[in-house]
């Protein structure tokens, strides 16, 4: 029985020892990897070519920004599970609530959802190592381009080629790489999150935040006569019958 427990207690000791020597590895790896990027001038590089983009084109951006990636519609976890509601899941079966309910969820969890497939996505590409090797190298060439277009344009065997066109591309050629890197990764990541989403647009009842876009914050001066014991809001007009 002794001898039994010392196993035990050996093998804990060696699973414990080898999850703390796991996460020493990833912590220093992960280290690694952000003094690389703060060393190659990447931000600066980066920050070089978004200075550079047309006017219009930065507009774009920044209303994108600030409109459909607002931080304010990522809903929390209590909203997006219905945490705390009395029947937050259920199967609707009148076919015109059913296209309401999925319209609403759509533009109400949007954010969310979106979420919920980045994560499903990341999951997945742990599995496939070669398709982060392609990625970062990937990440690599679209740095160096940047950086050999930071003045507007580069020259290439005596032929000047502008950012526009480089970017242009190395865009185009980015999406083969990444239809040839991801496509199985895309793929059932799509199949999973399409399932999980869909179950979530058709069976919750978000019903009760239908309003909450139409909020209006009520302004105005308050002014209290206490003398008279009156108290006005916005507007001194008398309430007929009082």
């Not at 519609?73 to 009395?86: V, Y």
């Not at 609403?104 to 979420?115: I, K, P, R, T, V």
């Amino acid at each position: 029985m002794a001898l039994t427990d010392d196993s035990t207690s050996t093998s804990s000791g060696n699973a414990a020892g080898s999850v703390a020597g796991a996460l020493t590895a990833l912590t220093s790896a992960s280290s690694s990897i952000k003094n690389a990027w703060d060393n190659s001038g990447a931000k600066d590089v980066i920050a070089s070519a978004q200075s550079n983009l047309p006017q219009g084109t930065q507009d774009t951006i920044l209303l994108a920004k600030t409109r459909i990636f607002n931080r304010q519609n990522l809903r929390s976890p209590t909203i997006f599970f219905g945490i705390g509601d009395e029947q937050p899941f259920y199967i609707e079966k009148v076919p015109s609530l059913i296209a309401e309910r999925a319209r609403h969820n759509l533009s109400f969890f949007y954010l969310n959802y979106a979420l919920v497939t980045t994560v499903l996505f990341c999951l997945t590409l742990l599995i496939s190592p070669s398709a982060i090797i392609g990625m970062g190298l990937l990440g690599f060439a679209w740095m160096a381009l940047l950086r050999a277009t930071s003045e507007g344009s580069m020259q290439v065997k005596g032929i000047t080629i502008t950012q526009k066109h480089a970017s242009m591309g190395m865009g185009v050629l980015t999406v083969f790489v990444l239809i040839w890197l991801l496509s199985h990764i895309f793929w059932m990541t799509l199949a999973t999150s399409g399932f999980l989403c869909g179950c979530h647009i058709l069976l919750r009842d978000a019903s009760m935040h239908k309003d909450e876009e139409d909020k209006v914050v009520m302004q105005g001066d308050l002014s209290l006569d206490v003398e008279g014991e009156e108290a006005t809001f916005l507007n001194n007009d008398p309430v007929e019958g009082v």
